[in-house]
């Protein structure tokens, strides 16, 4: 069975090989971030995935934010929806906040705006059961369970 999921504007789905995906995503992240990103399978299976974005980005694990960087490495939507319209944006996700740098929102906001964004790009509904996000200075760790 085919399930699917997005890693930097590369859609995807678990009958792929560890090392097709690994490919076609640091393709992608090498052509928008220049190398400054590099992308890992943890687990694949069925039924999850477990994708690892490696980066270097000053955050504080302990938050339950998205920073707009991240939603960008994830996605591979430009910053611009991120990004409040008084300040040059076309927003997809609200609230956004501002940190003096950076633009963020919460995981579950976040995650939610993934889910939409699985929907309309697979157009497949309702098979996600549970996606988790965490972000730490080095990476962020991302889990889809189907």
Known sequence: MKNYFI????????TMTIEE???AVNDSLEETTGGMVSFA??????NHVIMKFIRDF???PDKPVIYDTDANIISGIGLRAFTPKKMGGYPLISPL???GKNFYT?????IQFYKT????????????EEIGIRCYPDCIIMKITY
């Not at 890693?7 to 678990?14: K, P, Q």
């Not at 964004?117 to 996600?128: I, Y």
């Open 97 to 99: 906040c501002f940190n």
């Open 21 to 23: 995906i690994e490919s």
């Open 41 to 46: 399978i943890e687990e694949l299976s069925e």
């Open 7 to 14: 890693a930097n504007r590369e859609v995807l789905d678990t």
């Open 58 to 60: 000053n955050i504080n």
């Open 106 to 110: 919460d995981v579950t906001t976040f």
């Open 117 to 128: 964004l699985l929907l309309f790009t697979c157009k497949e509904e309702g098979f996600v």
